[in-house]
């Protein structure tokens, strides 16, 4: 059964910090990319960024919106994907959701695929 469990979210000032945590399970993590979306009140949903893996390499992509302040990483022997926030702003306010979907000889993960599993969510607010 595969399990996505978010965590690291919570209240944080302008140009602070969080690392955002998806512990899978439940699926051999090497085949599935890994995306982290978010969801603002009263706004569609939107891709942030993923991580896929080819060849032994992670493979990423990026919203414009986030470039250069996130970075996505995974640590597969412990089957968790981070999401690294930098320089955050209120605009990334949002409920924060991983996802995963088989990737296997996909190529490199895309924001615009659609992902099969999803967490829970996790909050981030950035405020003052």
């Known amino acids: 059964q595969v399990q996505l469990v978010e965590s690291g979210g919570g209240l944080v000032q302008p140009g602070g910090s969080l690392r955002l945590s998806c512990a899978a399970s439940?699926?051999?993590?090497?085949?599935?990319?890994i995306g982290w979306f978010r969801q603002a009140p009263g706004k569609e949903r939107e891709g942030v960024s993923c991580?896929?893996?080819?060849?032994?390499?992670?493979?990423?992509s990026y919203a414009d919106s986030v470039k250069g302040r996130f970075t996505i990483s995974r640590d597969n022997a412990k089957n968790t994907v981070y999401l690294q926030m930098n320089s955050l702003k209120p605009e990334d306010t949002a409920v924060y959701y991983c996802?995963?979907?088989?990737?296997?000889?996909?190529?490199?993960?895309?924001?615009?695929?659609?992902?099969?599993?999803w967490g829970q969510g996790t909050q981030v607010t950035v405020s003052s």
């Open positions: 996802a995963a979907e088989y990737a296997r000889f996909r190529g490199p993960c895309s924001l615009a695929w659609v992902y099969d599993y």
């Open positions: 439940g699926f051999p993590s090497d085949y599935y990319a």
């Open positions: 991580i896929s893996t080819s060849n032994r390499n992670s493979i990423t």
